[in-house]
């Protein structure tokens, strides 16, 4: 089985800030990894995924991420936020050549201030 | 493109009461997903079709739970009897098969309350 610990419950910061949030996964089989993003009151759209290849993964809205297999991490980045980047951000991952269903973590929420 | 696709998107019930929710998935898409959320907590997976076959369902998917996905398209999820603690965000996903690790792409949920 898999799980995800998002290490962060909410984080603060002020527009224009660089932030990070932190995703953390612990599974026996190889892994495809992904982060979502929530809008109140409305469904997950996805900002990026990893699937193999280059451990530097760009996404939309400026966000990236970077998988790091040794220490089962895949954090999340955007050097510069916007008012309108506050939402709820969930890690995800889904094991390889299975049907594709996603572990969420409990997600993060930022909240970016003016 | 019209998306995903749910109704109703609120839906309040009393303990006991039966409730349906419906889906209609990206129309080229093979694969739906239903997905649980409670306040505080990542969506939790609950079941999946290929086509109109229901392929695994979550243990947290109790015998009041039946979800159907007739002839490939749209599917229902039919909650029996609720009980307060059913009440939750249902996020159905679709994706497409193609091999690799499809992007699922959620609809806006159907939010249930249990009183």
């Known amino acids: 089985a898999q799980s995800v610990t998002q290490l962060d419950s909410q984080v603060p910061v002020f527009e224009e800030a660089p932030v990070e949030l932190r995703c953390n996964y612990s599974?026996?089989?190889?892994?495809?990894l992904f982060w979502y993003v929530q809008y109140p009151n409305q469904g997950l759209q996805l900002l990026l995924k990893?699937?193999?290849?280059?451990?530097l993964v760009k996404g939309i809205n400026g966000f990236e991420a970077e998988f790091n297999k040794s220490q089962t991490s895949f954090h999340l980045r955007k050097p510069s936020v916007h008012i309108s980047d506050t939402a709820e951000y969930f890690c995800a991952v889904s094991r390889r050549g299975s049907n594709y269903k996603l572990t969420f973590g409990k997600g993060t929420l930022l909240t970016v201030n003016p | 493109d019209t998306g995903v696709s749910q109704d109703p998107r609120h839906k309040i019930t009393k303990r006991g009461q039966n409730v349906t929710f419906r889906c209609d998935p990206i129309?080229?898409?093979?694969?739906l997903y239903w997905y649980r959320q409670t306040l505080g907590q990542g969506p939790e997976f609950l079941t999946y079709?290929?086509?109109?076959?229901?392929?695994?369902k979550s243990r947290l998917l109790s015998d009041r739970f039946s979800a159907e996905r007739p002839k490939g398209s749209f599917s229902t999820l039919e909650i029996q009897r609720t009980e307060q603690g059913d009440s939750a965000m249902y996020l159905c996903a679709s994706s497409l098969d193609g091999g690799g690790a499809n992007e699922q792409f959620f609809g806006p949920g159907t939010r249930l309350t249990v009183l």
């Open positions: 129309s080229e898409h093979n694969r």
């Open positions: 079709f290929q086509n109109e076959a229901q392929l695994e």
């Open positions: 990893y699937l193999s290849g280059s451990t």
């Open positions: 599974s026996s089989v190889s892994v495809y």
